[in-house]
């Protein structure tokens, strides 16, 4: 079991930034692949940015690629998303989740085993 806590989400004007963190806790971190994903009202949840287990490879949905930035510090056991250039469209609940058992950066929420509850970014124009 893995337990996820997201933080670090609130509103921002458009073009601003925000840093999101997820911190695990439970089995070992750096065992899993971990992923963003993001959830606007009345839309479905959608994959925003993945990241291998050691951090070296990370994958990024096309419309926030040059924007954000994935990483992870698997000695704090900790997960983050560095968002830039914010726009309105990119307001939704983002979420953190952990993929196992797989070495691959995977793109499905199906593949992604454990959640975090989420936190809001609202930008607005």
């Known amino acids: 079991q893995v337990q996820l806590v997201e933080s670090g989400g609130g509103s921002v004007q458009a073009g601003g930034s925000l840093r999101l963190s997820c911190a695990a806790s439970g089995r070992t971190f750096s065992n899993y692949v971990m992923g963003w994903f993001r959830q606007a009202p009345a839309k479905e949840r959608e994959f925003v940015a993945s990241i291998s287990r050691s951090g070296g490879s990370t994958y990024y949905t096309d419309s926030v690629k040059g924007r954000f930035t994935i990483s992870r510090d698997n000695t704090k056991n900790t997960v983050y998303l560095q968002a830039n250039s914010l726009k309105p469209e990119d307001t939704a609940v983002y979420y953190c989740?952990?993929?196992?058992?797989?070495?691959?950066?995977?793109?499905?929420?199906?593949?992604?085993?454990?959640w975090g509850q989420g936190t809001q970014v609202t930008v607005s124009s």
């Open positions: 989740a952990a993929a196992a058992p797989t070495i691959q950066i995977v793109t499905s929420p199906l593949r992604y085993a454990y």
